[in-house]
């Protein structure tokens, strides 16, 4: 009984936190397929199924939406046995190394000279002439990040090659998945691994060779221009910031554009909007 009531734990655990993989079953009038809500993801529907079945209130896509797009949440709170914990945990070491060095390196010359003759209040010198560093660093810095996320993840290749099989059960009722279609997936898998594998080798050995360089130009800007030292962790700080309250402004309009485009049958908005969701 115990056994029993640990399986049926899991498997509504893993229902409610379905990451968008497909689980190929052979239909039966007991089994038979039917799309399953997430709390990880918005993949798990089609538009046509997203307008019939998808019930998920703004906050549910607010949160789904970070995520998938917001590093502090994806690497913590994100249950995906695709995405490995440590990686993640790397990219942000890397976002945070990243918005120092570009700090550093866009606090032009003559915002070291405002500062040293001008700025009597730090944060008032920040805010007055700082901006325009802290907008460079935060786009670039999600710019780099966006690209390696890209090469840490092999999800949507995986997930791809259920899709295919997913569409033959739909249009067939009576659709059996034989043994050959399964080891044909499971070998097309196993070479994304093999591949991702590679991959995994590329990410960390770019992230090592950015990140000691940002170290070096650090160390140096930091001798150089010892007196800014406070400004330029403050626009750090600021950027890191700025880069969590746009994802979450963001965040909140995709879950309210979201749920427009499922209440009104826009499949145009809806596919503009998953664009940017699996973009990742």
């Known amino acids: ?60 896509i607010f949160y789904i939406y970070l995520l998938s797009k917001q590093i502090f949440f994806r ?57 325009t560093i802290i907008i460079y660093s935060t786009l670039i810095s999600y710019f780099i990040l966006t690209l390696l996320s890209k090469l840490g993840n092999s999800s949507n290749a995986i997930r791809n090659i259920f899709i295919k099989e997913e569409e033959k059960i739909k249009k067939r009722k009576n659709y059996e998945t034989k043994e050959s279609t399964r080891k044909n997936i499971f070998n097309e898998i196993e070479n994304i691994l093999k591949y991702f594998k590679v991959k995994i080798f590329l990410l960390v050995l770019i992230e090592t060779i950015l990140v ?19 400004s330029w962790i403050l626009d750090s700080f600021l950027a890191i910031f700025s880069r969590f309250v746009i994802e979450i402004i963001f965040g909140f309009l995709f879950a309210k554009l979201y749920r427009i485009a499922v209440a009104s049958n826009c499949s145009t908005l809806y596919k503009i909007l998953i664009c940017i969701y699996d973009f990742s």
């Not at 500062?115 to 010198?125: G, P, Q, T």
Request: aromatic letters at 18%.
């Open 1 to 60: 009984m115990e056994k029993i009531k640990k399986k049926k734990i899991i498997e509504n655990d893993y229902d409610e936190n379905n990451f968008g993989i497909i689980k190929i079953r052979i239909n039966s009038e007991k089994n038979r397929y039917h799309p399953k809500d997430s709390n990880q993801s918005l993949l798990n529907y089609t538009f046509d199924e997203a307008v019939r079945y998808d019930k998920r209130n703004i906050i549910r």
């Open 75 to 131: 690497t913590f709170f994100q249950k995906s046995p695709l995405e490995l914990f440590p990686i993640k945990l790397t990219l942000i070491i890397f976002m945070l190394s990243c918005h120092l060095a570009l700090n550093a390196l866009f606090y032009f010359n003559d915002n070291i000279s405002k500062k040293y003759h001008y700025a009597s209040n730090i944060f008032l010198f920040t805010f007055n002439n700082n901006l």
């Open 212 to 230: 000691l360089f940002f170290w070096y130009f650090v160390t140096a800007f930091c001798h150089v221009y010892s007196s800014t030292q406070t």
